[in-house]
T-cell receptor
Framework: GEKVEQHESTLSVREGDSAVINCTYT??????FPWYKQEAGKGLHFVIDIRSNVDRKQSQRLIVLLDKKAKRFSLHITATQPEDSAIYFC????????????FGKGTVLLVSP | GALVYQYPRRTICKSGTSMRMECQAVGFQATSVAWYRQSPQKTFELIALSTVNSAIKYEQNFTQEKFPISHPNLSFSSMTVLNAYLEDRGLYLC??????????FGPGTRLLVL
C-alpha cells in the first residue's frame, strides 16, 4: 500500500522567514495530496491541497509544489507568523474521491517571534 | 461553511468496557465518512470508510466486530469501540466529504482507557 514519508520531524524558523515541509510517496497511482494542520489538543484543520493535474498551487502565503516524477510534494509557508506554529501533516490518496488518505508522521513547525 | 462536529470531545473508560462516539456533518451532506485514529506518538490510521449506498470498508487491523460503525443518513455517523483496552487509546477523528472533494475533519474524540 501507499507509504508517505514526511522528512522533517521538526522545523524552527523565525517570524517572517519561509518554512518548507517535504513529503514523498510511493504509490504512482496517488493523485490527490492534501495538507492538514493540527494545533495542540485539537483535530485536523484543512490547509491546502493539490491534484496531480497541476504542479503548483498557491493560496495566499501557502504554496504547494508537486513533482510526480520524483513522487515528491512540498508545502511552502511564506512570511511565517507565530500563529502558523502547529503540527503539519501531508497526505496522499489515489484520487480526491472516496479513497483513504495515507498520512505522513507530521512536522512540528515552530515560528519564533 | 462546512463543519464537522464530534461528541464527546474527551472520554475515559475502564479497560474492557465500550464507548460510542458520534460525528455530525453540518452545512453539507456527508456522502462519505472516514474514521481515523491517532495513537500516541503516531500519525493517523484509517479505521474504516463508509460511503452511502456501499458497504462499510474496514482497513487491515480493524474489524467491524471491534469498531462497529453506523452511517444512517447523510449527516450523521457513529462508531463504537468495543472492549476498549490500553492500545485503543488515542484521538479518533471523523472525516466527512460532501462529494469527491476535500475531506473535512471534526475536532476528534480523545479516548483514555484506564
Amino acid at each position: 500500500g501507499e507509504k508517505v514519508e514526511q522528512h522533517e520531524s521538526t522545523l524552527s524558523v523565525r517570524e517572517g522567514d519561509s518554512a518548507v515541509i517535504n513529503c514523498t510517496y510511493t504509490d504512482t497511482a496517488s493523485s490527490y495530496f492534501p495538507w492538514y494542520k493540527q494545533e495542540a489538543g485539537k483535530g485536523l484543520h484543512f490547509v491546502i491541497d493539490i491534484r496531480s493535474n497541476v504542479d503548483r498551487k498557491q493560496s495566499q502565503r501557502l504554496i504547494v509544489l508537486l513533482d510526480k516524477k520524483a513522487k515528491r510534494f512540498s508545502l511552502h509557508i511564506t512570511a511565517t507568523q507565530p500563529e502558523d506554529s502547529a503540527i503539519y501533516f501531508c497526505a496522499a490518496s489515489r484520487n480526491s474521491g472516496y479513497n483513504k488518505l495515507t498520512f505522513g508522521k507530521g512536522t512540528v513547525l515552530l515560528v519564533s517571534p | 461553511g462546512a463543519l464537522v462536529y464530534q461528541y464527546p470531545r474527551r472520554t475515559i473508560c475502564k479497560s474492557g468496557t465500550s464507548m460510542r462516539m458520534e460525528c455530525q456533518a453540518v452545512g453539507f451532506q456527508a456522502t462519505s465518512v472516514a474514521w481515523y485514529r491517532q495513537s500516541p506518538q503516531k500519525t493517523f490510521e484509517l479505521i474504516a470508510l463508509s460511503t452511502v449506498n456501499s458497504a462499510i470498508k474496514y482497513e487491515q487491523n480493524f474489524t467491524q466486530e471491534k469498531f462497529p460503525i453506523s452511517h444512517p443518513n447523510l449527516s450523521f455517523s457513529s462508531m463504537t469501540v468495543l472492549n476498549a483496552y490500553l492500545e485503543d487509546r488515542g484521538l479518533y477523528l471523523c472525516g466527512a466529504r460532501p462529494n469527491q472533494d476535500t475531506q473535512y475533519f471534526g475536532p476528534g474524540t480523545r479516548l483514555l482507557v484506564l
